[in-house]
Structure formats: structure tokens, C-alpha cells
């Protein structure tokens, strides 16, 4: 398979986990009540749940959001620009705000999931941060040459 059919069909599954997380968040309410007549304890804190879920699924549909930014760049051979640094800090800050929100869930509903996806999102933040940093080192160089030109 070639680059460009691989970066079209991740682009088609980035797309795809978008609208799907939309539809997941939304019927939150009504998954978790489901969900609930097979683990009880979904519906012993089932307002704080449902809450802590609708937020960590904000988080993560911003994420995919700034992914389907950054391969607009890609899909156009573009990809050193500022807009990536910015999307990759605002990863960064979102991974950070899912690790916030999951200690919170861990208080209410401790699952050993949750302790692994803490630790994810933990080292995704900081991978996006020297991602976002590499980024910006290969725009200032890209932009100096461009000036040179």
C-alpha cells in the first residue's frame, strides 16, 4: 500500500471515530441506564457518571476534532505549520484534562481500566507536547529557508 492510500483510509477512520464519539456521548444517559441492569454500581453514582463520561467524551471528540485538523495538512503535503503546533498543544491540554477528569472517575467508580487509561493519556500528553515542540523547530526552520528563497 502506498502513503497516500494509508494516510486516506486513517483519515477515513479518524473521520469515522468522530462521528461515532458524537453518537456515544449523546446516548450517554441511555447506554449507562442499559449498562447498569448488568453492574450495579453504574447505577449506585449513576448522575456522577453520566457526567464524568459526557466530559471525558467532550475531551476526546476535541482531540479527534484537532486530529481531523491536523490531517487537512497532511492530505495538502503541508505539514509544517503553525496550526499543527497549536493542535498538538491542544491535545496536550485535553489529554491532560481526560488524566483530571479520570482521577475524579477513580474517586467515584475505581476500575483498573481507568488506572491504565490515566497512565495513556498521561504519557499522550506529553508525547503531544514535544510533538507540538519538534513541530515548532521544523516551522522556524521551514519559514527561514522560505525567506532565503
Not at 458524537?22 to 447498569?36: D, E, H, M, Q, R
Not at 495538512?73 to 491540554?93: D, G, I, P, Q, W
Not at 474517586?107 to 513541530?135: D, P
Request: charged letters at 15%; one cysteine or more; proline letters at 1%.
Amino acid at each position: 500500500m502506498n502513503r497516500d492510500t494509508i494516510i486516506k483510509i486513517t483519515k477515513y477512520l479518524v473521520d469515522f471515530m468522530f462521528g461515532m464519539g458524537i453518537l456515544v456521548t449523546l446516548t450517554l444517559p441511555w447506554s449507562i441506564k442499559w449498562a447498569g441492569k448488568y453492574l450495579e454500581q453504574l447505577m449506585d453514582n449513576y448522575g456522577e457518571i453520566v457526567t464524568i463520561y459526557f466530559v471525558l467524551g467532550i475531551l476526546a471528540l476535541a482531540i479527534i476534532w484537532e486530529l481531523r485538523k491536523m490531517f487537512k495538512t497532511v492530505l495538502a503535503k503541508n505539514c509544517f505549520v503553525r496550526e499543527n503546533v497549536t493542535s498538538l498543544k491542544h491535545m496536550s491540554y485535553y489529554s491532560g484534562l481526560i488524566v483530571l477528569m479520570s482521577v475524579v472517575r477513580t474517586i467515584v467508580y475505581t476500575t483498573i481500566a481507568m488506572l491504565v487509561i490515566i497512565l495513556v493519556f498521561v504519557i499522550a500528553g506529553l508525547f503531544c507536547q514535544v510533538l507540538a515542540q519538534i513541530f515548532d523547530e521544523a516551522v522556524n526552520y521551514k519559514e527561514e529557508n522560505d525567506l532565503t528563497i
